[in-house]
């Protein structure tokens, strides 16, 4: 009898029902349903592929079983796929009827079939097949002794066909094998369009075989060679991802004219009489790699024919190495202030009835469309480009928000309904460090107004934009994941799927798993942190670090001159990461008590005040040996001090002084320590009003 | 008085006498005199460079102030440094009186001086300089509040002039920014020769594009591209690193004979009469990558002049790559047996009058010396090309010992009595996962042996060998460092320095500073851990991992078939290092307790006993939703076991059978758990038996 119950135990185990509920799957698929039994993986597991694919199946599949080998510990006996057909028998058949193309509007959907003893995929395209190789691996579950796959039905398909990620290589250099890891990662969550921000006032950084200068003079030596690019545009092709370059133009155009100064826009007046006639002369303006962030003058004369020379003979460079379709000339924040004081681009000006910068602006933009043409390429960039001269051609890329002092994505509106094709990024700034819900809300797709399917079908999708004005290669990772999977969401799955706890839960799960690739989000920090301790052993820190928040927007680097390029990004704020992890928890442990104040409930919140007051302490004798630990002392002390003081009133009812109280608490409101604030701020408040 | 009395101890914090002891430089300086004082760090700090400098210093110099802006958080104000002389008053002076060559024997030798205003470093070389430069990083202290260095004047210089680390890059390929962070730790410690493993049975990784079939067929896509080699090359010489490649022939030969057969050893006899005369006929055999380990029989033909063509093609391709002196053509493990069997081979022997397959070798290697002086290189090889007509111009690279059941370096003394330059790399095969004294205590001048000067003057060094049969690039980094730091240090510092002791303690700091220049030893282990533990947070799967040791020596992978090239490395054997830290100190406290049973050393003892209870209980808790936890609770059991009996034994007094507590002892010897080993053995045995 023993026996028996033992197997029937073990069976029930194994073939536990899973709930949609329990599944970590993100994007969320289109379809699911589930079904009883589960297919259980041995070390005998392997794959099959048939169709007509494009070989970057062979890749994917390998990469896949080495990560779910890597998982499961299992030994797989399949080592390498390098063909069709290989394995006819194989548990796990991959049908792909045609080679995908690395485009827009390329078929991705997939069909995923789970049965007990057999797994099939079958696609159009291999670009499908690959994504359902990833949901496959979201779909893998374990008892105690065995890893399975549940019993389950999935088609599924992207609702936008722009899936972006802008990573941002100028102002911080981001090395090819960080650029790489951050492309698996999109792969992971299904992401097509990798947007590659390649030139702004800090640095050029694309090698030049014909303008050596660009390199010499304005990359202080870090730069992607040409062969590095194509080993990138390769890689991202072999993960279903398209590449847009970004050259931005004309403004943020520093790294351009420390090496081309005779095609900017500044002139210097030389205050002297002198030639026959005592005119005015003006000398060419040198100019230096920009060190600070922010927004500059320095932009490219619009009225000089070498200035468009230069620009195509560096397209006819630069096109080959990108095979896709777009290329973004950015076109953004250009003041124009040296437009202005300049004479000559003053007279260009009247001379071709171009009453406002922004028009000449267009004119200048408008030039490179046949540039970019010439290689088979659609212009794209920043919404400031789209003025009322320009070609419905370009692809309008909408930014500013309220940020602006504008409605949020006003632009896209604007440009779907003024016929061009366009693609959100207000809303998905992950630079600025806000939590994962004021990103996940935001929809590419307007709410509340009435768009004809014809300029439906213009809003191609959404993009992520990571700056790297505060960021390096060790913290880079850490600002895009995992928010950027609850992104990657809002532009694969059906617009209903909005439920935030549900991403939250999701969330945790896919975070972790991100780390195989490579993805060093997690991981970092740990790093970061004994540099800060000193290397000495404690979890106040960490505790600290889970309850404080960067600076948020652009209140960080306020001027712009706080944080030059080369200052060190190893602090206390570049460990912290949004959604800090104590402070939700906390937030539900507070909202949890004061709904219903049963012991458990208050005991939640009393161990967190508990922990926070060690912390404090414990911090305090870590700082003895470790100078970078006293900036965040005030934090802990704010935080210990209101704890106190919540415990007297919880733990003891006692009744505390209101205006103690609340000083105290507002002290934990305080920006001003170590650029982070204390993300509890709010779920205290409700305590001490409470 | 307040005052005064806060003045005086703030004046006595910053200028607390240091004593060498509290040093932790690594490799320790030749000489070292510290004197009162210490100079202050602050914002302002800047440095300045004279002299006749090769650009790389410009380099070295930046990433300088780079690494000690992000330790200190100061924000210097330098950014790029970039030629010389840019500050003269800078604090800090750098004088370097010629450009340094990349070749054995260059001056590396330096004078940093600190006073409390000023520091100087003098150095011959701008190689001597960047040495400088990392031993003042080591020499940063800091109290509460600020960092800073302690007044001091060292002079120093390596002892041996080759001070090498080999990586196989042919097992498990690593990528490009793995070798750049380790060139980094190299730099770090002082290391001068990065031996590049490139090619063996499992892989080529060497773009070849005059025989693109070598990357077609035989590295599965896994390949250093010319370019990327170039830029590795470039990037040791910033560091001031030699590269050494290596393409090892005749044996190790899969990878080569994958793509070209026809000039392999092994020939398939087809039994079959055919042809007029009936006479038996061979076909050339094919070969497929290898995906064990192992020693194997395929080698190059030697008896056929299209080898020959071919290896000198490829030197025509490969050596332009590497601009040092030296090419590494391998000639370890050739057995032979196809040569054996091969009747045409036979016939080359009688012929050319070699006795022996060790004589058939010579004249294979002998071929390849003039191929290698066309392009001024010198042949290296692995100690078996040392026969009777071996030409002495040949560097012979010591490294069987009594796991090849010799006397240990045995080849380094005849090499070095028979004329011959020689390296020593038996004592420092860092993949057999021994402890750091193991390697520490093995010094490349043997003891006993009398040399002349002139052979003296032929051991040039030695060089850590880091083989990846059992490594991925996730894993690398924790097999090489810190152990490899103490390596540098027997290579660089005196031979009286030899105390484990300081080394150990030493070493606690060298590692952690090591995380700086990017290496993973630290945070990997973090991150595979979290995949074991499906991702559930808990101490006690750290807790085991630092009592637990790699199998050692070759046991682990016995057979070489057990894991494959492609198998999971990312076990808990993979997590867990030589020098398990817990067992380390673990033993200290079992050698107090045993010397005086003070209740603070019993306390000591005891504290560990129960943290492993309960690690034992939380990790059986941990396993009900982690697999791959299944496996270590065997281990965790056995120490669970052994420790409530001898927490019985010495906090309760009570007698415990003998015959019980050596069979719970026994078991903590098991080597059967999850490729690992108990590595408190020895401690508890001590306990037991006292």
């Given at each position: 009898?023993?026996?028996?119950l033992?197997?029937?135990?073990?069976?029930?185990?194994?073939?536990?029902?899973i709930?949609?509920?329990?599944?970590?799957?993100?994007?969320?698929?289109?379809?699911?349903?589930?079904?009883?039994?589960?297919?259980?993986?041995?070390?005998?597991?392997?794959?099959?592929?048939?169709?007509?694919?494009?070989?970057?199946?062979?890749?994917?599949?390998?990469?896949?079983?080495?990560?779910?080998?890597?998982?499961?510990?299992?030994?797989?006996?399949q080592?390498?796929?390098t063909?069709?057909?290989?394995?006819?028998?194989a548990?796990?058949?991959?049908?792909?009827?045609?080679?995908?193309?690395?485009?827009?509007?390329?078929?991705?959907?997939?069909?995923?079939?789970?049965?007990?003893?057999?797994?099939?995929?079958?696609?159009?395209?291999?670009?499908?097949?690959?994504?359902?190789?990833?949901?496959?691996?979201?779909?893998?579950?374990?008892?105690?002794?065995?890893?399975?796959?549940?019993?389950?039905?999935?088609?599924?398909?992207?609702?936008?066909?722009?899936?972006?990620?802008?990573?941002?290589?100028?102002?911080?250099?981001m090395?090819?094998?960080?650029?790489?890891?951050?492309?698996?990662?999109?792969?992971?969550?299904k992401?097509?369009?990798?947007?590659?921000?390649l030139?702004?006032?800090?640095?050029?950084?694309?090698?030049?075989k014909?303008?050596?200068?660009?390199?010499?003079?304005?990359?202080?030596?870090?730069?992607?060679?040409?062969?590095?690019?194509?080993?990138?545009?390769?890689?991202?092709?072999?993960?279903?991802?398209?590449?847009?370059?970004?050259?931005?133009?004309?403004?943020?155009?520093?790294?351009?004219?420390?090496?081309?100064?005779?095609?900017?826009?500044?002139?210097?007046?030389?205050?002297?009489?002198?030639?026959?006639?005592?005119?005015?002369?003006?000398?060419?303006?040198s100019?230096?790699?920009?060190?600070?962030?922010?927004?500059?003058?320095?932009?490219?004369?619009?009225?000089?024919?070498?200035?468009?020379?230069?620009?195509?003979?560096i397209?006819?460079?630069?096109?080959?190495?990108?095979?896709?379709?777009?290329?973004?000339?950015?076109?953004?924040?250009?003041?124009g202030?040296?437009?202005?004081?300049?004479?000559?681009?003053?007279?260009?000006?009247?001379?071709?009835?171009?009453?406002?910068?922004?028009?000449?602006?267009?004119?200048?933009?408008?030039q490179?469309?046949?540039?970019?043409?010439?290689h088979?390429?659609?212009?794209?960039?920043?919404?400031?480009?789209?003025?009322?001269?320009?070609?419905?051609?370009?692809?309008?890329?909408?930014?500013?928000?309220?940020?602006?002092?504008?409605?949020?994505?006003?632009?896209l509106?604007?440009?779907?309904?003024?016929?061009?094709?366009?693609?959100?990024?207000?809303?998905y700034?992950?630079?600025?460090?806000?939590?994962?819900?004021?990103?996940?809300?935001?929809?590419?797709?307007?709410?509340?107004?009435?768009?004809?399917?014809?300029?439906?079908?213009?809003?191609?999708?959404?993009?992520?934009?990571?700056?790297?004005?505060?960021?390096?290669?060790?913290?880079?990772?850490?600002?895009?994941?995992?928010?950027?999977?609850?992104?990657?969401e809002?532009?694969?799955?059906?617009?209903?799927?909005?439920?935030?706890?549900?991403?939250?839960?999701?969330?945790?799960?896919?975070?972790?798993?991100?780390?195989?690739?490579?993805?060093?989000?997690?991981?970092?920090?740990?790093?970061?942190?004994?540099?800060?301790?000193?290397?000495?052993?404690?979890?106040?820190?960490?505790?600290?670090s889970?309850?404080?928040?960067?600076?948020?927007?652009?209140?960080?680097?306020?001027?712009?001159?706080?944080?030059?390029?080369?200052?060190?990004?190893?602090?206390?704020?570049?460990?912290?990461?949004?959604?800090?992890?104590?402070?939700?928890?906390?937030?539900?442990?507070?909202t949890?008590?004061?709904?219903?104040?049963?012991?458990?409930?208050?005991?939640?919140?009393?161990?967190?005040?508990?922990?926070?007051?060690?912390?404090?302490?414990?911090?305090?004798?870590?700082?003895?040996?470790?100078?970078?630990?006293?900036?965040?002392?005030?934090?802990?002390?704010?935080?210990?001090?209101?704890?106190?003081?919540?415990?007297?009133?919880?733990?003891?009812?006692?009744?505390?002084?209101?205006?103690?109280l609340?000083?105290?608490?507002?002290?934990?409101?305080?920006?001003?320590?170590?650029?982070?604030?204390?993300?509890?701020?709010?779920?205290?408040?409700?305590?001490?009003?409470?």
């Amino acid at each position: 009898m023993k026996y028996i119950l033992f197997f029937l135990f073990a069976s029930f185990i194994s073939t536990a029902q899973i709930t949609k509920e329990q599944l970590n799957l993100m994007p969320w698929p289109q379809n699911i349903s589930l079904n009883d039994g589960s297919f259980v993986l041995t070390k005998n597991f392997k794959l099959n592929i048939t169709g007509a694919p494009n070989a970057r199946i062979f890749t994917g599949a390998t990469n896949f079983l080495r990560r779910l080998d890597g998982r499961t510990g299992l030994f797989f006996n399949q080592g390498f796929i390098t063909g069709l057909n290989e394995v006819p028998g194989a548990e796990l058949q991959i049908n792909c009827v045609r080679s995908g193309k690395i485009e827009l509007y390329e078929d991705e959907s997939y069909l995923l079939d789970v049965t007990p003893n057999k797994i099939t995929i079958n696609a159009t395209t291999d670009v499908g097949a690959l994504h359902g190789l990833e949901t496959l691996l979201q779909l893998l579950q374990n008892n105690s002794n065995s890893f399975y796959f549940p019993v389950s039905k999935i088609s599924d398909f992207p609702r936008f066909t722009w899936r972006g990620l802008m990573i941002d290589g100028a102002r911080h250099f981001m090395p090819v094998d960080v650029i790489k890891r951050n492309l698996d990662g999109m792969a992971a969550v299904k992401m097509n369009v990798f947007h590659w921000h390649l030139v702004d006032d800090q640095g050029w950084r694309i090698e030049m075989k014909k303008h050596p200068k660009l390199i010499q003079m304005a990359s202080d030596g870090n730069y992607y060679t040409q062969e590095e690019i194509k080993n990138v545009v390769k890689y991202a092709a072999d993960r279903g991802i398209l590449v847009v370059p970004e050259i931005d133009m004309p403004g943020h155009g520093t790294a351009i004219l420390a090496a081309y100064p005779e095609i900017g826009s500044k002139v210097v007046n030389l205050n002297v009489n002198s030639g026959e006639k005592g005119q005015q002369l003006t000398q060419v303006q040198s100019y230096a790699l920009e060190r600070n962030a922010g927004i500059f003058t320095p932009t490219l004369d619009p009225s000089n024919p070498k200035t468009y020379e230069l620009i195509s003979s560096i397209f006819d460079e630069v096109c080959p190495l990108f095979p896709g379709k777009f290329f973004h000339i950015g076109g953004d924040e250009n003041e124009g202030k040296d437009w202005d004081s300049n004479p000559k681009i003053q007279e260009f000006k009247k001379k071709h009835n171009l009453a406002t910068n922004h028009e000449l602006q267009t004119y200048f933009t408008m030039q490179l469309i046949p540039m970019l043409k010439k290689h088979n390429k659609e212009l794209m960039g920043w919404e400031e480009i789209m003025t009322k001269n320009m070609s419905k051609e370009a692809v309008i890329h909408s930014w500013k928000g309220s940020n602006e002092g504008l409605a949020a994505g006003k632009s896209l509106v604007e440009a779907a309904k003024g016929g061009y094709k366009t693609v959100l990024s207000n809303g998905y700034y992950i630079d600025l460090i806000y939590g994962v819900e004021d990103h996940y809300t935001v929809d590419p797709m307007p709410k509340n107004v009435t768009f004809t399917d014809e300029e439906k079908a213009r809003i191609l999708g959404g993009e992520a934009t990571m700056w790297t004005e505060l960021v390096t290669p060790a913290t880079l990772d850490s600002r895009i994941w995992p928010r950027t999977a609850a992104i990657a969401e809002r532009f694969w799955s059906n617009e209903n799927v909005t439920d935030i706890n549900s991403l939250r839960k999701r969330l945790k799960t896919i975070s972790f798993r991100l780390e195989e690739l490579g993805l060093t989000h997690l991981k970092s920090k740990e790093s970061l942190l004994r540099n800060i301790s000193n290397n000495q052993k404690s979890d106040a820190l960490l505790d600290l670090s889970n309850v404080c928040e960067p600076l948020k927007g652009y209140t960080r680097n306020s001027g712009g001159t706080e944080y030059k390029m080369y200052s060190p990004l190893t602090l206390f704020a570049d460990v912290c990461t949004s959604d800090a992890s104590d402070a939700l928890d906390f937030n539900q442990a507070v909202t949890n008590y004061l709904s219903n104040k049963s012991i458990e409930n208050q005991s939640a919140v009393v161990s967190y005040l508990n922990k926070w007051i060690k912390m404090n302490s414990d911090l305090n004798v870590l700082s003895n040996n470790a100078p970078l630990v006293q900036p965040l002392l005030p934090l802990s002390k704010s935080l210990n001090d209101i704890s106190q003081q919540l415990l007297l009133k919880i733990e003891k009812k006692q009744n505390i002084n209101a205006t103690i109280l609340n000083e105290l608490l507002e002290k934990c409101n305080s920006k001003d320590h170590a650029d982070v604030e204390l993300a509890v701020y709010n779920s205290l408040k409700k305590l001490v009003q409470a």
